[in-house]
């Protein structure tokens, strides 16, 4: 997948700009984990759920009319978790202390969200071209032609073997004596 490195590079400068977050993940649509810096947290239990609550925001902003999906913001007792769109193929969830500039997280949030959505899409091109050019190169390849089968030789005809009779001249190599 994309470089884990960048994407929590930007993590790490989102959260030095907005030091009221707790946590930063970003996803992918599925549910996968791209990369995280969630101390305290599970960031596979976070990821599913945001794939589960991006579903929904999706469907609602589509069957309100709404147009395709931007952000979401869930507000909690102690705090903030805010999803935005990071490419066509990412999200990116931000966990926040209850005190902090809402502003100020959608302002980042959305700034952090593009750029970790150029990332990701671009490495989804790469990867896609990459798929094309092997399918292409298989496609162009001189087709193989089927081995040979194997020479079968005639087997030998068996030996026939025929008993002749002992004459009574012919003795036994054991000798027995009697005692």
């Given amino acids: 997948m994309v470089s884990e490195p960048e994407i929590l590079d930007e993590l790490r400068r989102l959260r030095a ?3 009221q977050l ?6 992918g ?23 589960a609550a991006l579903g929904v925001a999706v469907r609602m902003a589509d069957t309100t009319g709404q147009g395709d999906f931007r952000e979401l913001l869930v507000r909690g007792v102690h705090g903030y978790v805010a999803t935005y769109a990071a490419g ?3 999200v990116l969830t931000l966990l ?7 502003g100020r997280l959608h302002l980042e ?3 952090a969200g593009a750029r970790i959505g150029e990332l ?14 092997s399918a292409d190169a298989s496609a162009r390849a001189p087709a193989k032609t089927p081995a040979k089968p194997p020479v079968r ?3 030998k005809p068996p030996v026939v073997r025929t008993r002749s009779a002992r004459g009574s001249a012919t003795t036994s190599a054991r000798t027995t004596s009697d005692s």
């Fill in 17 to 19: 700009r907005v030091p």
């Fill in 22 to 27: 707790t946590g930063a993940l970003t996803a």
């Fill in 29 to 51: 649509v599925d549910g996968l984990v791209l990369a995280h810096d969630t101390p305290g947290v599970e960031p596979e239990v976070v990821a599913a759920l945001t794939a």
């Fill in 88 to 90: 066509e193929s990412a």
């Fill in 96 to 102: 926040a202390q209850d005190r902090v500039n809402v």
């Fill in 109 to 111: 949030g959305r700034r």
């Fill in 120 to 133: 990701v899409d671009a490495w989804e091109v790469r990867a896609r071209e990459a798929r094309t050019a």
């Fill in 153 to 155: 030789t005639p087997a």
